[in-house]
C-alpha cells in the first residue's frame, strides 16, 4: 500500500512539474504522430523524405515553417507544382476535409517537431485563422 502511494505521489510530482504549454506540446506531437502515420506516411513516408520523383519531401522543406500554407494544403489539397530543394514535383495532393482543425494543428506540431525547428505546439488558432484566410490551391 504505501510502495502505491509513493509511486502515485511521484507520478503525480512528475506531470505536475510540467507546463501547461509543455504537456500540450507533448499531446500534440503523440497525436500528430498517429494521424500523420495514418493519413500522410504512404507518400511523405514515416522518415518525412518522401517518395523518389513521385511526393515531396517534408524533411528539410521550408514548406513546413509556413504553418498557415501547411493548413490549407491539408485541408484543400494542392493542385500546383510544388519546388522543394530544388526539385519539382508536380503530383496534386488530394484534399483532406475530414481532417478537424485540432487535427491538423497536431499533424503541423509533429512535423515541425520532427523535422523543423519548433519545440512548440502550434494552436488550433493558427490552424482556424489559415482556413479562413486560405483559398484553395
Known amino acids: ?60 522543406s521550408k514548406i513546413i515553417q509556413d504553418k498557415p500554407a501547411m493548413a490549407c494544403i491539408m485541408r484543400y489539397g494542392m493542385k500546383s507544382t510544388i519546388e522543394v530543394n530544388g526539385k519539382p514535383f508536380n503530383r496534386p495532393m488530394p484534399a483532406n476535409p475530414k481532417l478537424q482543425e485540432l487535427e491538423i494543428a497536431e499533424v503541423i506540431t509533429y512535423v515541425n517537431m520532427k523535422w523543423g525547428k519548433d519545440s512548440i505546439y502550434t494552436p488550433i488558432a493558427t490552424v482556424t485563422k489559415a482556413l479562413i484566410d486560405c483559398v484553395e490551391r
Open 1 to 60: 500500500m504505501i510502495k502505491k502511494l509513493i509511486f502515485s505521489l511521484s507520478v503525480f510530482t512528475i506531470f505536475s512539474c510540467q507546463s501547461e504549454q509543455e504537456l500540450k506540446t507533448e499531446q500534440y506531437f503523440a497525436e500528430g504522430y498517429q494521424i500523420y502515420t495514418m493519413n500522410c506516411a504512404n507518400c511523405h513516408q514515416a522518415d518525412g523524405k518522401g517518395m523518389a520523383n513521385l511526393y515531396p519531401p517534408l524533411a528539410g
